[in-house]
């Protein structure tokens, strides 16, 4: 999965994995840094459960504040 993957993609959420392949860590680190709220870009908890929003994710990765979405 690539930057270029998830801007191609129409899912509203995105998994921890597929953050962590972008990212190019272990996806659990990113559910721990979610649990600590300490994730640099938006999220939601449900639960046990970790969702990134895609579009607010990418505007991180492209730098932006995702505003201008």
Do not use: Q, Y
Request: net charge positive.
């Amino acid at each position: 999965m690539t930057l270029d993957d998830l801007r191609a993609s129409d899912k509203a959420f995105l998994l921890p994995r597929e953050v962590a392949m972008v990212l190019k860590c272990d996806p659990h680190l990113v559910r721990i840094e979610a649990r600590d709220g300490t994730l640099p870009f938006p999220f939601v908890r449900i639960g046990t459960r970790t969702k990134i929003p895609r579009l607010p994710f990418i505007a991180w990765m492209e730098g932006r504040t995702g505003s201008e979405n």
